[in-house]
């Protein structure tokens, strides 16, 4: 991991742009700590660019009010990352089939699973250098989407104690059979009204989940119209498993 750029913000937090390897990502840290702080690693959908706002406005609260650590990195294949020819054909068949009410399912094994598969051990390499940065120390929580990613992780590394997921995106059938061996506490946000989302599917999906402390918090509302208490109660379910 190399730092490339330090920011102290307004509010005291510390942002650090860092690569690691050819992956970009940033790390904000509270402003003054007397111990390791845990850690929560901030998903999103690609496009670190375009969404660095939004995921900063997640980080920044988590770090100024309850004194974690939070992370982000770029996707495979977005960003200026290099793309990927079958990933850019998946998209494409994707939107053309929801615009014409075709089923979509092979199409998103196509799109999710090799992304899945490239972003989780990327992710794990993250954490590997996160965790050995002095001031950090764990637990680690992961929050956010894209939730086919967060379900990977949550299975791969025991390090993940507990994970707020974004329910907002696709995902395949295989990973229901993946969800049923999650058994960390849970907290899964459901925007009802989300015109991109398959809300049967996802409700599903939630009872597949394994662990037996789980919540659903479901909202009127299309994808961006999430309400700003739920920021403060996902960093109160990580206060609860994480401190």
């Given at each position: 991991m190399r730092f490339i750029s330090e920011l102290r913000l307004d509010d005291g937090v510390l942002e650090r742009e860092f690569t690691l390897g050819d992956i970009p990502g940033v790390l904000w840290t509270p402003g003054s700590t007397s111990a390791p702080v845990p850690l929560i690693l901030v998903g999103h959908p690609g496009g670190l660019h375009m969404l660095r706002p939004r995921v900063a406005a997640r980080a920044r609260y988590y770090a100024a009010e309850y004194g974690f650590a939070a992370a982000t990195i770029e996707l495979p294949w977005s960003g200026d990352r290099?793309?990927?020819?079958a990933a850019e054909q998946a998209r494409a068949d994707l939107g053309r089939a929801l615009g014409t009410g075709e089923p979509v399912g092979e199409i998103v094994d196509r799109l999710v699973l090799p992304l899945v598969e490239?972003?989780?051990p990327e992710w794990r390499a993250a954490l590997d250098a996160l965790l050995a940065l002095p001031g950090i120390g764990g637990p680690v929580g992961?929050?956010?989407g894209v939730i086919a990613i967060g379900i990977g992780l949550a299975v791969a590394d025991p390090?993940?104690?507990a994970a707020a997921f974004f329910a907002g995106?696709?995902?395949p059938g295989a990973l229901f059979e993946e969800a049923r061996r999650i058994t960390i506490p849970l907290q899964v946000l459901l925007q009802w009204d989300d015109e991109g989302n398959d809300r049967q599917a996802a409700l599903e999906l939630f009872d597949a989940?394994?662990?037996?402390e789980k919540t659903l918090h479901a909202n009127l509302g299309g994808h961006t119209?999430?309400?700003r208490f739920e920021l403060d109660a996902?960093?109160?379910?990580?206060a609860r498993h994480l401190q």
């Open positions: 290099p793309r990927s020819a490239k972003a989780v992961y929050e956010g390090r993940i104690s995106s696709f995902v989940f394994g662990s037996k119209g999430v309400p996902a960093a109160r379910f990580f």
